[in-house]
C-alpha cells in the first residue's frame, strides 16, 4: 500500500514539475520566435507548447482523471509534438525541396495517426497513475510510420549541425529536441518506464541551450 502511495505521489510531483519547466521554457522559445524570426524557432516552439500540453494531460492522468478522448488527445499530441521539432530541426538544413517533401510526409502521416486512433479503442493504458499500456497495433504502426523517421531526421540534424557550429549551446538544444522526441517514441515502442525520466532530461537540456 505504501509503496502503490509513493508511486503515486512520485508520479504527481514529476509530471507537475515537467509542466511546470517546459511552459516558461515554450514562453521564452516563442518570445525568441517573435523578436528573431527563423523557421527553426517558430516549429520547436510550436513543439514545447505541444509537449506542454502532453505533459499537461499526464499530469491529469497522475490524479486518476482518464477518458477515451484524454488518451486519444494525448496518443496524437504525442505524435505531432515529434514532427513538429523534427520539422524544426530540418528547417536548419536550409534544403527547401527535402523540407517540402518531408513536410508532406508528416502531414499524410498525421492523417493516419488521427484515423487509427478514431478507428481504435484504446482502452485503459493506466498502470499506478501512468501511462504503461498495449496500444492497439493500428494505433502503434501509424504513429511509428510518423515518429521514428522524425527522431531520425533529428538526429541526423543534430550530427550535422554541431559539426558544422561546433556550438555547445546549439549541441544541447538538438540533444535536447532529440531526447524530448524520443521519449513519445519510446512509449509508442512500449518502454514507457522511460517516458517521464526522458521527457525531464530533455527539458533540462532544453533549458542549458536556451538560457
Known amino acids: 500500500m505504501f509503496g502503490s502511495i509513493s508511486s503515486e505521489v512520485f508520479t504527481e510531483f514529476s509530471t507537475l514539475l ?14 525568441n520566435y517573435i523578436k528573431k524570426k ?14 506542454a500540453f502532453g505533459v499537461l494531460i499526464e499530469v491529469l492522468f497522475a490524479f486518476n482523471i482518464y477518458s477515451q478522448i484524454l488518451i486519444k488527445t494525448y496518443l496524437f499530441t504525442v505524435a505531432i509534438l515529434v514532427a513538429f521539432l523534427s520539422l524544426g530541426s530540418a528547417a536548419l538544413l536550409k534544403n527547401k525541396k527535402f523540407f517540402m517533401y ?5 502531414i499524410l502521416s498525421a ?10 479503442n484504446v482502452g485503459n493504458v493506466l498502470t499506478n497513475h501512468v501511462v504503461f499500456g498495449i496500444l492497439p497495433t493500428l494505433v502503434v504502426i501509424s504513429s511509428s510510420i510518423m515518429t521514428f523517421p522524425a527522431a531520425a ?9 554541431y559539426r558544422k557550429t561546433s ?18 517514441s519510446l512509449y509508442i515502442a ?5 517516458l517521464y525520466y526522458s521527457e525531464f532530461i530533455g527539458i533540462f537540456l ?6
Open 153 to 161: 531526421v533529428l538526429i541526423l540534424t543534430a550530427v550535422l549541425s
Open 111 to 120: 492523417i493516419f495517426v488521427e484515423y487509427s486512433l478514431i478507428n481504435s
Open 18 to 31: 515537467i509542466f511546470f519547466l517546459t511552459v516558461p521554457l515554450a514562453s521564452l522559445m516563442t518570445y
Open 206 to 211: 532544453l533549458w542549458l541551450g536556451f538560457v
Open 102 to 106: 518531408y513536410s508532406i510526409f508528416l
Open 167 to 184: 556550438s555547445k549551446k546549439m549541441l544541447s538544444i538538438i540533444s535536447g529536441v532529440v531526447i524530448v522526441s524520443i521519449a513519445g
Open 38 to 51: 527563423g523557421e527553426s524557432r517558430f516549429y520547436w516552439s510550436v513543439g514545447l507548447w505541444l509537449f
Open 190 to 194: 512500449h518502454f514507457p518506464a522511460f
